[in-house]
């Protein structure tokens, strides 16, 4: 189904929930908040066919499958599959939607599920590293990439054609230690990775080789506001009583040229740029949004940003420009609000 005008989708995990709504004439309207699921913080949309796959917590874990109905907002259950082994923190979709990768942070493990007729069903493979925070796959969906946190590296798979995950030689592509790698995203040209860090808050550029599918790091930029005195994080610390940078989420802003980075304890969005060649610089250009950013998202090309704060009830809506943020509104979500897709 097309969609007459975007929708933003918003996980509220402290109450459970996820608020829809519908950004026209560059307003955001709320049409509904869909309640009864425990602790979500991360879901994954179909938007061809209009199914949203949200973790939940609780005993047991799990991944519920929701059906979105474009005009009211409401999003009904359909499915579920249990996860004795722990709930995700996060789900990407891959295989035109019939296939489905998940990240436990807590569990540390990764799975690759089969998708059919919105139905999840068992997990096929199974891996595991410690802290699991992020995972993608390629466009073709040939290769998957798991973030490990608390490993330092991004563990490297071909996806085979039972979704069986098999592991790259090398295995693994490693991140600088101790600089905690927590989210990904690729470029349109399939030939680099970029990985935000949650210790070191920086931007990892990694040279991807498109047919083998195995990544090589060959860059790295800033992507916090060194004016504030942050200090380098590190495992197990409380960053906001030691005042120590606090990566969280990484996404496309316009034409490629910009990557944004949200960085929790000052409360900023960065703006990174990306060169011609796929190289990054250090942020010059941060925008303070919603208190303890966790989750924001890109849409309309990088044209709009929505972002959300933990201890916020709104998100805020910007038009974006190159590396400038124009706020246009601040609209009600919920408690807790940590993850934000829209829907195109």
Excluded at 57 to 85: C, F, H, Q, Y
Excluded at 240 to 259: E, K, M, Q, R, S
């Amino acid at each position: 189904m097309t969609a007459t005008t975007p929708l933003v989708l918003v996980a509220n995990a402290a109450d459970g929930s996820i608020s829809t709504f519908r950004l026209a004439d560059g307003a955001l309207e709320r049409l509904a908040v869909t309640e009864g699921l425990t602790g979500c913080s991360t879901f994954a949309v179909d938007a061809a066919r209009d199914l949203v796959y949200a973790a939940v917590k609780g005993e047991p874990a799990g991944i519920v499958t929701l059906a979105l109905d474009r005009e009211s907002g409401r999003l009904t259950t359909v499915s579920r599959l249990d996860l004795p082994g722990g709930g995700m923190n996060y789900l990407a979709l891959t295989r035109d939607g019939t296939a489905l990768l998940g990240a436990s942070y807590g569990g540390g493990y990764g799975i690759s599920c089969p998708v059919a007729d919105g139905s999840v069903g068992a997990p096929v493979s199974r891996i595991a590293y410690p802290n699991l925070h992020s995972v993608l796959a390629s466009a073709d969906g040939r290769f998957a990439y798991f973030v490990s946190l608390g490993a330092d590296l991004v563990a490297q798979y071909a996806l085979a054609d039972d979704l069986s995950l098999v592991p790259l030689e090398p295995a693994t592509a490693a991140a600088p230690a101790g600089s905690g790698p927590r989210h990904l995203v690729l470029n349109d040209a399939q030939d680099a990775v970029y990985v935000l860090t949650e210790f070191s808050g920086e931007v990892l550029h990694y040279r991807r080789d498109t047919a083998a599918g195995t990544l090589e790091l060959v860059g790295a930029a800033s992507a916090f506001d060194r004016s504030k005195g942050l200090g380098h994080s590190e495992f197990g610390a409380d960053p906001l009583a030691h005042h120590y940078i606090w990566g969280a989420d990484l996404h496309w802003g316009t034409d490629g040229a910009v990557l944004w980075a949200s960085e929790r304890t000052e409360s900023t969005l960065a703006a990174v740029p990306v060169a011609g060649d796929g190289t990054v610089a250090d942020a010059e250009s941060f925008t303070v949004t919603e208190p303890q950013p966790r989750g924001f998202a890109t849409g309309l090309g990088g044209r709009y940003l929505v972002a959300a704060g933990e201890k916020s009830t709104t998100v805020t809506l910007y038009a974006a420009d190159g590396a400038q943020l124009e706020r246009r509104q601040r609209a009600e979500t919920g408690r807790g609000a940590n993850w934000v897709r829209f829907v195109e």
